[in-house]
């Protein structure tokens, strides 16, 4: 079976497929060498950067040692594709004040030990509000939140974080009239295409070292927006953008196509995902999506305050929303600031920037265990991608030395 195949059936299929054929990674890793080379001439540049957007592709790249296996100068970059690490600080206070106050907070596992930066009650993580007695229960996801708030009675607010992929199930819940009276939604949902502008505008500021030229864009989003969300960056930026699967080979024939379209100076936008992915994504979930929410402007810890990036209940739901019910205040723009905490360099990190072996804590005082800095919290973070699978570190130095 070849990959790009639409027919996988089972997880063993899928894992011998897109694992299984080191001839294959060789072969793949040939091409890119030799299109590297090549693309490197048409833009006479000497290195080219491409961003994976994406944290699950940062895990896949580093689990798999796929900067290893990348000529020099061709670097991957991490982008801001991690929706715990981009949850605003404040919003996580609020989280812990309402459960210190008695409030039952439902948050998922890696929310639990994201911290903000200014304490509530002398604590700063969800964690700790609940070591000192606030009511924080994790779930796996809001079905779980829904039949706990049922069985309890208790007033309770599920803290609503993702992207796209996440907001479907929210607007199923909310849709389905199964969420009971006593539990409210905190939705802070984002939207990841003006993420990505400001990535690539920042990405290539001048002077560009090396410049941004490629984007491999994230595939589970897409499965619900389509590829077509992504047809602005290629339009606006002349780069080519595709959308790309999560296994190792995905990733590898995502690269191998980007350099083909620099090669023919094509800037479009092309599914290698073809598995889960259509052109106009998931119609049925886009239209839940904008039944129950709106688009608003909305702010990313850390890195900003983009326009419509953002989704909140509308009016109509006002019942539902933790915003309104429990008088939460939505950030406003002329009130961001860059709330990481002093001396973490996430921001840098999340936009591709810096690395994170770049950040003098890591490792050190923030690990995985003890997360210091938002990136170093969730499975998608850069930092804890790096933090657990040696990101930048063995693998690459070899290659380096054996000037791979
Ligand atoms: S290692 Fe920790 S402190 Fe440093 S940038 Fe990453 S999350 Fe921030």
């Not at 590297?36 to 957007?53: E, H, P, T, Y």
């Not at 459960?99 to 964690?127: A, F, M, P, Q, W």
């Not at 990190?349 to 690990?367: E, H, I, R, S």
Request: with cysteine; glycine share 8%.
């Amino acid at each position: 079976m070849k990959p790009g195949a639409t027919d996988v059936r089972t997880i063993e299929e899928l894992e011998r497929t897109f694992r299984g054929s080191e001839e294959l990674a060789r072969r793949l890793s040939r091409v890119i060498h030799e299109r590297f080379n090549q693309a490197r001439k048409v833009l006479g540049l000497d290195s080219i950067k491409i961003m994976n957007f994406c944290g699950t592709h940062e895990w896949t790249i580093v689990h798999f040692g796929l900067r290893s296996l990348m000529p020099k100068g061709l670097e991957l970059v991490a982008g801001p594709g991690c929706p715990v690490c981009v949850t605003p600080s404040k919003y996580i206070e609020d989280a812990i004040r309402l459960s210190l106050d008695g409030i039952r907070v439902y948050t998922y596992g890696d929310t639990y030990k994201l911290r903000t930066i200014n304490e509530v009650r002398g604590v700063t993580s969800l964690e700790e509000a609940k070591a000192m007695g606030g009511d924080v229960k994790l779930v796996l996801n809001i079905l779980e939140a829904i039949k706990d708030s049922r069985n309890n009675g208790k007033e309770a607010v599920f803290l609503g974080i993702g992207f796209e992929t996440a907001a479907p199930a929210y607007a199923q819940a909310v849709l389905s009239g199964k969420m009971p009276d006593n539990l409210k939604l905190l939705s802070l949902a984002k939207l990841t295409p003006p993420a990505m502008f400001y990535a690539m505008d920042i990405l290539r500021e001048k002077p560009p070292e090396p410049p941004v030229m490629g984007v491999i864009a994230p595939g589970h989003v897409s499965t619900i927006t389509g590829a077509k969300a992504w047809e602005p960056v290629a339009e606006n930026y002349s780069v080519p953008v595709v959308v790309s699967g999560f296994e190792p080979l995905d990733v590898l024939l995502s690269i191998a196509e980007i350099l083909r379209q620099i090669i023919s100076r094509e800037a479009k936008v092309k599914i290698e995902y073809t598995r889960a992915v259509t052109w106009s994504g998931d119609l049925k979930a886009q239209a839940m999506i904008h039944k129950v929410f709106e688009t608003v402007d909305d702010a990313w810890r850390g890195i900003g305050f983009f326009p419509l990036s953002g989704l909140r209940l509308r009016d109509s739901f006002a019942r539902m929303d933790a915003f309104k019910q429990f008088g939460i205040k939505e950030i406003r723009p002329e009130e961001w600031r860059k709330d990481t905490p002093p001396g973490c360099r996430c921001a840098e990190v999340t936009l591709g920037k810096a690395k994170p072996t770049d950040c003098p804590m890591f490792l050190k005082k923030c690990t995985p265990e003890k997360p210091y800095g938002p990136c170093m919290v969730s499975l998608e973070g850069t930092c804890a991608v790096w933090a657990r699978f040696g990101g930048g570190g063995v693998a690459d130095e070899i290659a380096r030395e054996l000037g791979l």
